[in-house]
Protein backbone atom coordinates (compact mmCIF):
# COMPACT_ATOMS: atom_id res chain seq x y z
CA UNK A 1 0.00 0.00 0.00
CA UNK A 2 1.60 3.19 -0.86
CA UNK A 3 2.81 5.53 1.58
CA UNK A 4 0.10 8.56 0.67
CA UNK A 5 -2.97 6.36 0.82
CA UNK A 6 -2.20 5.81 4.41
CA UNK A 7 -1.55 9.14 4.84
CA UNK A 8 -4.92 10.11 2.90
CA UNK A 9 -6.63 7.47 5.27
CA UNK A 10 -5.08 9.31 8.23
CA UNK A 11 -6.44 12.74 7.11
CA UNK A 12 -9.62 10.86 6.46
CA UNK A 13 -10.45 9.96 9.44
CA UNK A 14 -9.40 12.91 10.96
CA UNK A 15 -11.56 14.84 8.98
CA UNK A 16 -14.55 12.69 9.81
CA UNK A 17 -15.93 15.09 12.27
CA UNK A 18 -12.82 18.11 11.42
CA UNK A 19 -15.70 21.06 11.38
CA UNK A 20 -17.52 19.74 14.83
CA UNK A 21 -13.98 19.58 16.10
CA UNK A 22 -13.13 22.97 14.96
CA UNK A 23 -16.22 24.55 16.37
CA UNK A 24 -15.39 22.52 19.67
CA UNK A 25 -12.70 24.35 19.68
CA UNK A 26 -13.82 27.93 19.03
CA UNK A 27 -16.20 27.42 21.38
CA UNK A 28 -13.61 26.30 24.60
CA UNK A 29 -11.59 29.80 23.22
CA UNK A 30 -14.34 32.19 22.26
CA UNK A 31 -17.04 30.78 24.83
CA UNK A 32 -19.65 32.91 23.03
CA UNK A 33 -21.89 31.50 20.82
CA UNK A 34 -22.60 34.13 18.55
CA UNK A 35 -19.11 34.50 17.80
CA UNK A 36 -18.44 30.92 17.13
CA UNK A 37 -20.96 31.22 14.51
CA UNK A 38 -20.18 33.95 13.08
CA UNK A 39 -16.70 32.62 12.45
CA UNK A 40 -18.25 29.13 11.29
CA UNK A 41 -20.41 31.11 8.95
CA UNK A 42 -17.19 32.01 6.82
CA UNK A 43 -16.88 28.70 6.09
CA UNK A 44 -18.27 28.11 2.37
CA UNK A 45 -16.55 31.41 1.90
CA UNK A 46 -12.76 29.12 1.89
CA UNK A 47 -14.63 27.42 -1.07
CA UNK A 48 -16.72 29.93 -2.61
CA UNK A 49 -14.25 32.91 -2.88
CA UNK A 50 -11.63 30.98 -4.84
CA UNK A 51 -14.24 28.76 -6.41
CA UNK A 52 -15.42 32.01 -7.81
CA UNK A 53 -12.05 33.27 -8.92
CA UNK A 54 -11.13 29.95 -11.01
CA UNK A 55 -14.55 30.30 -12.41
CA UNK A 56 -14.14 33.54 -14.26
CA UNK A 57 -10.85 32.26 -15.07
CA UNK A 58 -12.44 29.14 -16.51
CA UNK A 59 -15.25 30.92 -18.11
CA UNK A 60 -12.49 32.82 -19.66
CA UNK A 61 -10.72 30.11 -21.24
CA UNK A 62 -13.60 27.94 -22.17
CA UNK A 63 -14.97 30.97 -23.60
CA UNK A 64 -11.76 31.44 -25.70
CA UNK A 65 -10.90 27.82 -26.68
CA UNK A 66 -14.64 27.66 -28.29
CA UNK A 67 -14.11 30.51 -30.58
CA UNK A 68 -10.55 28.95 -30.88
CA UNK A 69 -8.97 31.83 -29.31
CA UNK A 70 -6.09 31.74 -25.91
CA UNK A 71 -8.00 33.63 -23.69
CA UNK A 72 -5.52 35.22 -20.80
CA UNK A 73 -2.24 33.96 -21.31
CA UNK A 74 0.13 36.50 -19.58
CA UNK A 75 -0.48 36.51 -15.49
CA UNK A 76 0.95 34.42 -13.41
CA UNK A 77 2.71 32.39 -16.09
CA UNK A 78 1.11 29.12 -16.63
CA UNK A 79 -2.26 30.25 -19.31
CA UNK A 80 -2.47 33.48 -17.17
CA UNK A 81 -4.30 31.38 -13.76
CA UNK A 82 -3.38 34.43 -12.05
CA UNK A 83 -5.91 37.03 -14.30
CA UNK A 84 -8.82 36.70 -11.96
CA UNK A 85 -6.64 37.17 -9.20
CA UNK A 86 -4.78 40.33 -11.28
CA UNK A 87 -7.92 41.95 -11.63
CA UNK A 88 -9.55 41.38 -8.25
CA UNK A 89 -6.99 43.72 -6.95
CA UNK A 90 -7.65 46.24 -9.26
CA UNK A 91 -11.20 46.68 -8.42
CA UNK A 92 -10.23 46.56 -5.15
CA UNK A 93 -8.40 49.56 -6.07
CA UNK A 94 -11.48 51.28 -7.61
CA UNK A 95 -12.76 54.25 -7.06
CA UNK A 96 -16.71 53.67 -6.21
CA UNK A 97 -18.41 55.70 -8.29
CA UNK A 98 -21.80 56.39 -7.21
CA UNK A 99 -24.03 58.22 -9.83
CA UNK A 100 -25.43 61.67 -8.60
CA UNK A 101 -29.08 61.11 -9.17
CA UNK A 102 -28.78 58.14 -7.64
CA UNK A 103 -30.40 56.53 -4.15
CA UNK A 104 -27.63 56.42 -2.26
CA UNK A 105 -28.69 53.99 0.59
CA UNK A 106 -30.71 51.49 -1.78
CA UNK A 107 -27.46 51.83 -3.95
CA UNK A 108 -24.94 51.17 -1.47
CA UNK A 109 -27.10 48.24 0.10
CA UNK A 110 -27.75 46.58 -3.44
CA UNK A 111 -24.72 44.62 -3.79
CA UNK A 112 -24.90 42.93 -0.19
CA UNK A 113 -28.50 41.67 -0.68
CA UNK A 114 -27.85 40.02 -3.87
CA UNK A 115 -24.39 38.25 -2.29
CA UNK A 116 -26.57 37.65 0.84
CA UNK A 117 -29.18 36.02 -1.33
CA UNK A 118 -27.09 34.00 -2.82
CA UNK A 119 -24.45 33.28 -0.30
CA UNK A 120 -27.07 31.84 2.56
CA UNK A 121 -28.11 28.90 0.24
CA UNK A 122 -24.50 27.52 1.23
CA UNK A 123 -26.00 27.41 4.50
CA UNK A 124 -28.01 24.26 3.63
CA UNK A 125 -25.73 23.08 0.63
CA UNK A 126 -24.61 19.39 1.94
CA UNK A 127 -20.44 19.50 0.87
CA UNK A 128 -19.78 16.33 2.43
CA UNK A 129 -21.47 13.68 4.95
CA UNK A 130 -19.41 15.23 7.30
CA UNK A 131 -19.81 19.30 6.53
CA UNK A 132 -23.45 20.91 5.93
CA UNK A 133 -23.67 24.39 7.46
CA UNK A 134 -27.24 23.48 9.00
CA UNK A 135 -28.94 20.04 8.82
CA UNK A 136 -32.43 21.58 8.53
CA UNK A 137 -35.41 19.45 7.62
CA UNK A 138 -36.78 22.05 5.56
CA UNK A 139 -33.13 22.81 3.40
CA UNK A 140 -34.64 22.25 0.46
CA UNK A 141 -37.51 24.75 0.90
CA UNK A 142 -35.30 26.99 2.36
CA UNK A 143 -32.72 27.43 -0.44
CA UNK A 144 -35.41 27.76 -2.78
CA UNK A 145 -36.95 30.40 -0.53
CA UNK A 146 -33.55 32.44 0.38
CA UNK A 147 -32.53 32.52 -3.26
CA UNK A 148 -35.22 34.61 -3.72
CA UNK A 149 -33.53 37.37 -2.46
CA UNK A 150 -31.33 37.92 -5.20
CA UNK A 151 -33.88 39.27 -6.63
CA UNK A 152 -35.12 42.09 -4.71
CA UNK A 153 -30.72 43.19 -4.32
CA UNK A 154 -31.15 43.38 -8.34
CA UNK A 155 -34.50 45.17 -8.08
CA UNK A 156 -32.80 47.59 -5.47
CA UNK A 157 -29.97 47.74 -7.95
CA UNK A 158 -31.14 48.17 -10.95
CA UNK A 159 -34.10 50.87 -9.42
CA UNK A 160 -31.86 52.87 -7.67
CA UNK A 161 -29.02 53.64 -10.12
CA UNK A 162 -31.59 55.82 -11.42
CA UNK A 163 -30.53 54.90 -15.22
CA UNK A 164 -33.11 53.67 -17.43
CA UNK A 165 -30.56 50.87 -18.77
CA UNK A 166 -29.54 49.56 -14.85
CA UNK A 167 -34.01 49.81 -14.63
CA UNK A 168 -35.28 47.98 -17.79
CA UNK A 169 -32.36 45.10 -16.71
CA UNK A 170 -33.71 44.84 -12.82
CA UNK A 171 -37.41 44.47 -14.14
CA UNK A 172 -36.61 42.13 -16.62
CA UNK A 173 -34.82 40.20 -13.85
CA UNK A 174 -37.82 40.33 -11.75
CA UNK A 175 -39.79 39.01 -14.34
CA UNK A 176 -37.67 36.57 -15.46
CA UNK A 177 -36.89 35.25 -11.89
CA UNK A 178 -40.25 35.07 -10.86
CA UNK A 179 -41.13 33.27 -13.72
CA UNK A 180 -38.97 30.64 -13.36
CA UNK A 181 -39.00 29.93 -10.34
CA UNK A 182 -42.39 28.28 -10.97
CA UNK A 183 -40.80 25.28 -13.50
CA UNK A 184 -37.95 25.48 -10.87
CA UNK A 185 -39.96 24.53 -7.46
CA UNK A 186 -42.01 22.13 -9.90
CA UNK A 187 -39.47 20.26 -11.06
CA UNK A 188 -37.52 19.55 -7.37
CA UNK A 189 -41.10 19.45 -6.24
CA UNK A 190 -40.63 15.80 -8.36
CA UNK A 191 -37.87 14.61 -6.62
CA UNK A 192 -39.12 15.84 -3.40
CA UNK A 193 -42.16 13.35 -4.33
CA UNK A 194 -39.94 10.63 -4.23
CA UNK A 195 -37.70 11.17 -0.98
CA UNK A 196 -40.63 12.67 1.08
CA UNK A 197 -37.97 15.11 2.96
CA UNK A 198 -36.80 17.84 2.48
CA UNK A 199 -33.63 16.83 4.06
CA UNK A 200 -30.54 17.62 1.31
CA UNK A 201 -28.80 15.66 3.89
CA UNK A 202 -30.99 12.68 3.75
CA UNK A 203 -31.83 12.94 -0.05
CA UNK A 204 -28.10 12.19 -0.30
CA UNK A 205 -28.35 9.16 1.78
CA UNK A 206 -30.70 8.11 -0.49
CA UNK A 207 -28.25 7.90 -3.36
CA UNK A 208 -25.63 6.20 -1.61
CA UNK A 209 -24.31 3.15 -3.85
CA UNK A 210 -23.50 3.13 -7.30
CA UNK A 211 -24.33 5.54 -9.64
CA UNK A 212 -27.62 3.81 -11.16
CA UNK A 213 -29.13 4.90 -7.90
CA UNK A 214 -29.35 8.67 -8.49
CA UNK A 215 -32.21 9.85 -8.97
CA UNK A 216 -31.72 10.81 -11.99
CA UNK A 217 -31.74 7.45 -13.36
CA UNK A 218 -35.09 6.64 -10.67
CA UNK A 219 -38.64 6.41 -12.50
CA UNK A 220 -37.18 6.84 -15.95
CA UNK A 221 -38.11 9.05 -17.90
CA UNK A 222 -39.81 11.33 -15.35
CA UNK A 223 -36.93 12.56 -13.13
CA UNK A 224 -34.56 12.67 -16.06
CA UNK A 225 -36.93 15.74 -17.84
CA UNK A 226 -37.58 17.24 -14.45
CA UNK A 227 -33.32 17.18 -14.05
CA UNK A 228 -33.77 19.15 -17.43
CA UNK A 229 -35.98 21.72 -16.81
CA UNK A 230 -34.27 22.58 -13.49
CA UNK A 231 -31.46 22.80 -14.82
CA UNK A 232 -32.93 25.29 -17.84
CA UNK A 233 -34.76 27.02 -15.58
CA UNK A 234 -31.82 27.87 -12.84
CA UNK A 235 -29.79 29.13 -15.95
CA UNK A 236 -32.95 31.26 -15.96
CA UNK A 237 -32.45 32.20 -12.40
CA UNK A 238 -28.50 32.63 -12.47
CA UNK A 239 -29.51 35.21 -15.09
CA UNK A 240 -26.61 32.69 -17.51
CA UNK A 241 -26.96 32.86 -21.37
CA UNK A 242 -29.68 32.07 -23.23
CA UNK A 243 -31.31 33.82 -20.20
CA UNK A 244 -29.05 36.71 -19.82
CA UNK A 245 -31.59 39.58 -21.01
CA UNK A 246 -31.44 41.37 -17.74
CA UNK A 247 -27.30 42.18 -18.31
CA UNK A 248 -28.03 42.08 -21.72
CA UNK A 249 -24.44 43.72 -23.11
CA UNK A 250 -26.20 44.26 -26.47
CA UNK A 251 -29.37 46.03 -25.39
CA UNK A 252 -28.95 47.14 -21.65
CA UNK A 253 -24.93 48.46 -21.61
CA UNK A 254 -24.33 45.86 -18.28
CA UNK A 255 -28.21 45.84 -17.34
CA UNK A 256 -28.86 46.26 -13.31
CA UNK A 257 -25.15 46.89 -12.85
CA UNK A 258 -24.15 49.47 -15.03
CA UNK A 259 -23.50 52.02 -12.11
CA UNK A 260 -21.61 49.96 -10.01
CA UNK A 261 -17.98 50.47 -9.91
CA UNK A 262 -14.74 48.62 -8.10
CA UNK A 263 -15.83 46.56 -4.98
CA UNK A 264 -19.78 46.52 -5.37
CA UNK A 265 -19.41 45.17 -8.89
CA UNK A 266 -17.23 42.52 -7.28
CA UNK A 267 -19.74 41.57 -5.63
CA UNK A 268 -22.43 41.38 -7.78
CA UNK A 269 -19.53 39.17 -9.96
CA UNK A 270 -18.74 36.97 -6.63
CA UNK A 271 -22.73 36.50 -6.19
CA UNK A 272 -23.62 35.82 -9.73
CA UNK A 273 -20.64 33.07 -9.84
CA UNK A 274 -21.58 31.93 -5.97
CA UNK A 275 -25.32 31.56 -7.80
CA UNK A 276 -24.13 29.35 -10.24
CA UNK A 277 -22.47 26.85 -8.10
CA UNK A 278 -25.06 27.18 -5.74
CA UNK A 279 -27.59 25.95 -8.34
CA UNK A 280 -25.26 23.41 -9.70
CA UNK A 281 -25.09 22.39 -6.52
CA UNK A 282 -28.75 21.86 -5.77
CA UNK A 283 -29.20 20.08 -9.51
CA UNK A 284 -25.77 17.41 -8.29
CA UNK A 285 -27.56 16.78 -4.39
CA UNK A 286 -30.87 16.05 -6.05
CA UNK A 287 -29.98 14.24 -9.04
CA UNK A 288 -26.55 12.90 -9.21
CA UNK A 289 -26.08 12.01 -5.76
CA UNK A 290 -24.56 14.56 -3.95
CA UNK A 291 -21.27 13.64 -2.07
CA UNK A 292 -22.14 10.17 -3.12
CA UNK A 293 -19.23 8.24 -5.03
CA UNK A 294 -20.73 6.94 -7.70
CA UNK A 295 -18.73 3.56 -7.57
CA UNK A 296 -20.45 2.28 -4.52
CA UNK A 297 -17.94 2.37 -1.53
CA UNK A 298 -15.07 2.85 -3.53
CA UNK A 299 -13.53 6.17 -3.06
CA UNK A 300 -16.24 7.33 -0.96
CA UNK A 301 -15.56 8.70 2.56
CA UNK A 302 -16.45 12.27 4.29
CA UNK A 303 -13.26 13.84 2.46
CA UNK A 304 -14.40 11.91 -0.82
CA UNK A 305 -17.29 13.47 -0.69
CA UNK A 306 -16.08 16.72 -1.01
CA UNK A 307 -14.62 15.91 -3.65
CA UNK A 308 -17.37 14.49 -5.84
CA UNK A 309 -19.60 16.91 -4.86
CA UNK A 310 -17.47 19.57 -5.84
CA UNK A 311 -16.65 17.76 -9.03
CA UNK A 312 -20.62 17.22 -9.88
CA UNK A 313 -20.93 20.69 -9.09
CA UNK A 314 -17.78 22.21 -11.29
CA UNK A 315 -19.28 19.94 -14.16
CA UNK A 316 -22.52 21.42 -14.03
CA UNK A 317 -21.03 25.08 -13.87
CA UNK A 318 -18.93 23.78 -17.00
CA UNK A 319 -21.66 22.60 -18.79
CA UNK A 320 -23.56 26.23 -17.77
CA UNK A 321 -20.35 28.18 -19.40
CA UNK A 322 -20.80 25.67 -22.50
CA UNK A 323 -24.36 26.62 -23.21
CA UNK A 324 -23.35 30.37 -22.53
CA UNK A 325 -20.96 30.12 -25.86
CA UNK A 326 -22.89 27.89 -27.42
CA UNK A 327 -26.49 29.86 -27.79
CA UNK A 328 -27.36 33.28 -28.55
CA UNK A 329 -30.00 34.85 -25.83
CA UNK A 330 -33.37 34.50 -26.08
CA UNK A 331 -35.86 36.95 -27.11
CA UNK A 332 -37.94 38.41 -24.04
CA UNK A 333 -41.00 37.09 -25.68
CA UNK A 334 -39.21 33.21 -26.35
CA UNK A 335 -38.35 33.80 -22.28
CA UNK A 336 -41.64 33.77 -21.15
CA UNK A 337 -43.01 31.40 -24.11
CA UNK A 338 -40.28 28.65 -22.33
CA UNK A 339 -41.13 29.08 -18.69
CA UNK A 340 -45.39 29.21 -19.01
CA UNK A 341 -45.89 27.11 -22.25
CA UNK A 342 -42.73 24.14 -22.53
CA UNK A 343 -41.14 24.16 -18.71
CA UNK A 344 -44.35 24.58 -16.53
CA UNK A 345 -46.87 22.08 -18.20
CA UNK A 346 -43.65 19.45 -18.70
CA UNK A 347 -42.52 19.55 -14.65
CA UNK A 348 -46.16 19.43 -13.99
CA UNK A 349 -46.71 16.20 -16.98
CA UNK A 350 -43.29 14.99 -14.82
CA UNK A 351 -45.36 15.44 -11.48
CA UNK A 352 -48.21 13.69 -12.36
CA UNK A 353 -45.63 10.56 -13.99
CA UNK A 354 -43.68 10.65 -11.05
CA UNK A 355 -47.45 10.29 -8.77
CA UNK A 356 -48.38 7.99 -11.34
CA UNK A 357 -46.29 5.82 -10.73
CA UNK A 358 -45.62 6.33 -7.04
CA UNK A 359 -49.76 5.11 -6.28
CA UNK A 360 -48.75 2.13 -8.70
CA UNK A 361 -45.99 0.89 -7.54
CA UNK A 362 -44.59 2.51 -4.82
CA UNK B 1 -50.25 20.81 -31.25
CA UNK B 2 -47.92 18.78 -33.44
CA UNK B 3 -46.29 22.18 -34.12
CA UNK B 4 -45.61 22.47 -30.04
CA UNK B 5 -43.96 18.51 -30.28
CA UNK B 6 -41.82 19.58 -33.00
CA UNK B 7 -40.67 22.99 -31.84
CA UNK B 8 -39.45 21.33 -28.74
CA UNK B 9 -37.85 18.61 -29.97
CA UNK B 10 -36.28 20.91 -32.88
CA UNK B 11 -35.20 23.68 -29.86
CA UNK B 12 -33.47 20.70 -27.89
CA UNK B 13 -32.00 18.94 -31.06
CA UNK B 14 -30.60 21.88 -32.01
CA UNK B 15 -29.08 22.97 -28.06
CA UNK B 16 -27.34 19.63 -28.23
CA UNK B 17 -25.88 19.94 -32.02
CA UNK B 18 -24.83 23.59 -31.44
CA UNK B 19 -22.94 21.79 -27.89
CA UNK B 20 -21.49 19.14 -30.05
CA UNK B 21 -19.99 21.61 -32.44
CA UNK B 22 -18.75 23.98 -29.65
CA UNK B 23 -17.18 21.44 -27.92
CA UNK B 24 -15.43 20.44 -31.10
CA UNK B 25 -14.07 23.54 -30.70
CA UNK B 26 -12.74 23.65 -27.42
CA UNK B 27 -9.81 21.35 -28.78
CA UNK B 28 -9.30 23.30 -31.95
CA UNK B 29 -5.78 24.94 -31.50
CA UNK B 30 -6.09 28.10 -31.05
CA UNK B 31 -5.03 30.41 -33.88
CA UNK B 32 -4.10 33.80 -31.81
CA UNK B 33 -0.61 34.33 -32.42
CA UNK B 34 0.74 35.79 -29.02
CA UNK B 35 2.48 38.51 -30.57
CA UNK B 36 5.76 39.66 -28.81
CA UNK B 37 6.23 35.80 -28.31
CA UNK B 38 5.88 34.49 -31.67
CA UNK B 39 5.58 36.99 -34.58
CA UNK B 40 4.03 36.42 -38.33
CA UNK B 41 6.42 36.50 -41.23
CA UNK B 42 6.22 39.79 -42.94
CA UNK B 43 5.63 39.73 -46.86
CA UNK B 44 9.01 39.72 -48.74
CA UNK B 45 7.89 43.65 -49.68
CA UNK B 46 6.61 44.87 -46.22
CA UNK B 47 7.22 48.47 -45.77
CA UNK B 48 8.07 49.85 -42.52
CA UNK B 49 10.20 51.80 -41.22
CA UNK B 50 12.96 53.78 -43.37
CA UNK B 51 16.24 53.24 -43.23
CA UNK B 52 19.19 55.14 -44.92
CA UNK B 53 22.61 53.49 -45.18
CA UNK B 54 24.27 57.40 -45.15
CA UNK B 55 27.99 55.66 -46.11
CA UNK B 56 26.16 55.89 -49.75
CA UNK B 57 24.42 58.93 -49.91
CA UNK B 58 25.68 61.43 -52.17
CA UNK B 59 23.08 64.52 -50.78
CA UNK B 60 21.01 64.76 -53.81
CA UNK B 61 18.13 65.39 -51.68
CA UNK B 62 15.42 63.35 -54.22
CA UNK B 63 14.02 61.30 -51.34
CA UNK B 64 13.23 64.59 -49.69
CA UNK B 65 11.76 65.78 -52.97
CA UNK B 66 9.54 62.65 -53.56
CA UNK B 67 8.09 62.65 -50.39
CA UNK B 68 5.04 63.58 -49.86
CA UNK B 69 4.51 64.51 -46.53
CA UNK B 70 8.19 65.99 -46.26
CA UNK B 71 9.34 63.83 -43.48
CA UNK B 72 12.60 63.84 -44.88
CA UNK B 73 15.05 67.35 -44.24
CA UNK B 74 18.39 67.09 -45.50
CA UNK B 75 21.21 69.79 -45.44
CA UNK B 76 24.13 69.42 -46.98
CA UNK B 77 27.67 71.52 -47.53
CA UNK B 78 29.98 71.38 -50.01
CA UNK B 79 33.18 69.64 -49.78
CA UNK B 80 36.66 71.36 -50.11
CA UNK B 81 38.53 70.51 -53.40
CA UNK B 82 41.01 69.25 -51.24
CA UNK B 83 39.08 66.94 -49.27
CA UNK B 84 37.77 63.34 -50.47
CA UNK B 85 34.90 62.07 -49.45
CA UNK B 86 35.23 58.81 -50.95
CA UNK B 87 32.84 56.61 -53.47
CA UNK B 88 29.11 55.66 -52.75
CA UNK B 89 29.46 51.89 -53.23
CA UNK B 90 27.80 52.04 -56.26
CA UNK B 91 30.50 54.03 -57.88
CA UNK B 92 29.70 57.37 -57.55
CA UNK B 93 31.88 60.33 -56.25
CA UNK B 94 30.55 61.61 -53.14
CA UNK B 95 30.36 65.64 -53.37
CA UNK B 96 28.84 66.96 -50.42
CA UNK B 97 29.02 66.94 -46.44
CA UNK B 98 25.57 65.23 -45.74
CA UNK B 99 25.30 67.79 -42.06
CA UNK B 100 21.51 66.60 -41.73
CA UNK B 101 19.33 63.65 -42.50
CA UNK B 102 16.26 63.49 -40.33
CA UNK B 103 13.92 61.45 -41.16
CA UNK B 104 10.43 62.24 -39.03
CA UNK B 105 8.85 58.41 -39.10
CA UNK B 106 5.58 59.72 -37.27
CA UNK B 107 4.88 61.19 -40.28
CA UNK B 108 6.12 59.06 -42.37
CA UNK B 109 2.87 57.74 -44.75
CA UNK B 110 4.77 54.36 -45.50
CA UNK B 111 4.32 54.89 -49.49
CA UNK B 112 7.69 54.19 -50.59
CA UNK B 113 8.08 56.94 -53.04
CA UNK B 114 11.10 58.07 -51.85
CA UNK B 115 12.57 54.58 -52.29
CA UNK B 116 13.08 54.38 -56.22
CA UNK B 117 14.62 57.97 -57.18
CA UNK B 118 17.54 57.18 -55.29
CA UNK B 119 20.19 57.41 -57.49
CA UNK B 120 22.78 55.06 -55.37
CA UNK B 121 19.90 52.93 -53.80
CA UNK B 122 20.60 54.05 -50.21
CA UNK B 123 17.40 54.97 -48.36
CA UNK B 124 14.90 51.59 -48.24
CA UNK B 125 12.08 50.94 -46.45
CA UNK B 126 13.04 47.98 -43.43
CA UNK B 127 10.75 45.23 -42.02
CA UNK B 128 11.53 46.55 -38.57
CA UNK B 129 7.96 48.31 -37.20
CA UNK B 130 8.28 48.00 -33.47
CA UNK B 131 9.55 51.02 -32.76
CA UNK B 132 7.12 52.55 -30.19
CA UNK B 133 8.42 55.61 -28.35
CA UNK B 134 6.96 57.91 -25.04
CA UNK B 135 8.03 61.14 -26.73
CA UNK B 136 6.79 62.07 -30.40
CA UNK B 137 10.22 63.76 -30.62
CA UNK B 138 12.07 60.74 -30.20
CA UNK B 139 10.63 59.21 -34.00
CA UNK B 140 12.83 61.43 -35.76
CA UNK B 141 15.53 59.14 -36.89
CA UNK B 142 18.81 61.25 -37.59
CA UNK B 143 21.10 59.26 -39.93
CA UNK B 144 23.64 62.29 -40.62
CA UNK B 145 26.75 59.87 -39.91
CA UNK B 146 28.49 63.58 -38.81
CA UNK B 147 28.35 64.55 -34.95
CA UNK B 148 26.77 67.73 -34.42
CA UNK B 149 30.08 69.53 -33.84
CA UNK B 150 31.83 68.08 -36.42
CA UNK B 151 28.90 68.78 -38.72
CA UNK B 152 29.30 72.70 -37.35
CA UNK B 153 32.89 72.15 -38.14
CA UNK B 154 32.54 71.37 -41.19
CA UNK B 155 30.22 74.08 -41.97
CA UNK B 156 32.50 76.92 -40.62
CA UNK B 157 34.73 75.25 -42.80
CA UNK B 158 33.70 75.61 -45.68
CA UNK B 159 31.57 79.21 -44.77
CA UNK B 160 35.48 79.85 -44.09
CA UNK B 161 36.52 78.39 -47.56
CA UNK B 162 33.76 80.17 -49.03
CA UNK B 163 34.87 83.20 -47.85
CA UNK B 164 37.96 82.95 -48.63
CA UNK B 165 37.33 81.64 -52.55
CA UNK B 166 34.47 84.88 -52.53
CA UNK B 167 37.43 87.33 -50.92
CA UNK B 168 40.14 85.80 -53.82
CA UNK B 169 37.47 85.92 -56.55
CA UNK B 170 36.66 89.63 -55.00
CA UNK B 171 39.99 90.19 -55.33
CA UNK B 172 40.65 88.65 -58.18
CA UNK B 173 37.96 90.64 -59.73
CA UNK B 174 38.93 93.37 -58.31
CA UNK B 175 42.64 93.21 -59.65
CA UNK B 176 41.42 92.63 -62.80
CA UNK B 177 39.17 95.03 -63.13
CA UNK B 178 42.35 97.62 -61.59
CA UNK B 179 44.97 96.02 -63.84
CA UNK B 180 42.31 96.91 -66.61
CA UNK B 181 42.10 100.69 -65.23
CA UNK B 182 45.29 100.30 -65.16
CA UNK B 183 45.95 99.23 -68.54
CA UNK B 184 43.80 101.49 -70.18
CA UNK B 185 45.56 104.39 -68.27
CA UNK B 186 49.24 103.37 -68.79
CA UNK B 187 49.20 101.79 -72.54
CA UNK B 188 47.03 104.46 -73.62
CA UNK B 189 46.46 103.23 -76.55
CA UNK B 190 44.98 105.52 -78.94
CA UNK B 191 41.54 103.89 -79.71
CA UNK B 192 40.79 104.24 -76.13
CA UNK B 193 41.31 107.44 -74.88
CA UNK B 194 39.99 109.35 -76.79
CA UNK B 195 40.60 112.32 -74.42
CA UNK B 196 42.86 115.18 -76.39
CA UNK B 197 45.68 115.85 -74.66
CA UNK B 198 46.28 118.75 -71.99
CA UNK B 199 46.68 121.42 -74.12
CA UNK B 200 49.04 123.32 -71.52
CA UNK B 201 51.56 120.32 -70.35
CA UNK B 202 52.11 119.21 -73.81
CA UNK B 203 52.54 122.55 -75.49
CA UNK B 204 55.28 123.02 -72.56
CA UNK B 205 56.78 119.63 -73.02
CA UNK B 206 57.03 119.95 -77.15
Not at chain 2, 70 to 76: A, F, K, N, Q, V
Request: with cysteine; net charge neutral; glycine share 6%.
Amino acid sequence: MPIWWQLLEVLTSFSERLIDKVEQILRNILDNDIVVYTVMAFVPLLWVVPYALFAVWLERKVSAHMQDRLGPMRVGGWHGWAQTIADILKLIQKEDVVPAAADKKLHFLAPYVVFVGSYAAFAAIPFSSAYIGSNISLGLFYIIAVSSLVVVGILMAGWSSNNKWSLFGAMRSAAQIVSYEIPTALALLVVIMITGTLNLQEINQMQSGWFWNWFIFRKFPFVFIASIIYFVASLAETNRTPFDIPEAESELVAGYHTEYSGMKFALFFLAEYANMFAVSAIASTLFLGGWNSPFGDFLSGPLWGVFWFLSKGMFFVFVQMWLRWTLPRLRVDQLMYVSWKVLTPWSFACILGVGLWMMVAP
Amino acid sequence: MIRYFKDIFVSVWSVLVGMVVTFRHLFIPAVTIQYPDVKLKLPERARNRLYVNIDDCIGCDQCSNACPVDCIEIETVKSLPTEDLGMTSTGQKKRLWVTKFDIDIAKCCYCGLCVPPCPTECIKMTDVYEFSEFDRHNLIFNYSALTPARAEQVKTKTAAYEKDQAAKKAAAAAAAASAKVAQSSSTGSPPTSPLPKPPGGDSTSS
